[in-house]
């Protein structure tokens, strides 16, 4: 009869480490890795601790051990989770920033467009190149005057503002 109060324990204690982990699993939209490894680490250490503690004679005293035990390592991992995700983020931003600058320098400019019409350039060609290369254009009135004075078309200056919003 002692083996099978024992073994009672012991489901009794791994179903309470099972429901202790959904339960940490549940309430941690809001937290970081960290929180979450510490906490997960938390109850899987003491429940763990509870059973070797059990076995030993000294279930609170097994369940303090592991459950330190436990938020320490958890606590470990999850910043080395939340690292790597930081890393990745900053990563991405200087691969988003280093492609703006790319397109920035290939986009045309107001003299490209100039240069373009006073070497004869067709304005479908010129248009093409825009939607080709993307533009970083002066669209102010005083640009479009200038614009339509070195002879550049409306269907070109229309095209200008158009791949100027598509930045």
Do not use: W
Not at 131 to 155: C, H, K, M, W, Y
């Amino acid at each position: 009869m002692p083996q099978l109060h024992d073994r009672f324990h012991q489901l009794t204690a791994g179903s309470t480490l099972g429901a202790m982990l959904v339960a940490a699993c549940l309430g941690c939209s809001n937290m970081n890795n960290t929180q979450k490894g510490a906490a997960l680490g938390a109850a899987g250490g003491a429940g763990l601790g509870a059973i070797v503690g059990n076995q030993l004679g000294s279930s609170g005293a097994g369940a303090l051990i592991g459950g330190l035990a436990g938020t320490a390592v958890g606590a470990l991992a999850g910043n080395a989770k939340d690292e790597a995700d930081q890393k990745e983020a900053y990563a991405q931003q200087a691969a988003y920033e280093r492609r703006e600058r790319i397109r920035e320098q290939r986009a045309m400019t107001n003299q490209d467009v100039v240069d373009m019409h006073a070497n004869g350039v067709a304005d479908s060609v010129i248009m093409s190149t825009m939607q080709d290369r993307g533009g970083n254009f002066n669209t102010s009135p005083s640009a479009i005057i200038a614009l339509t004075r070195n002879g550049v078309s409306e269907r070109v200056i229309q095209s200008m503002q158009y791949y100027n919003q598509r930045r």
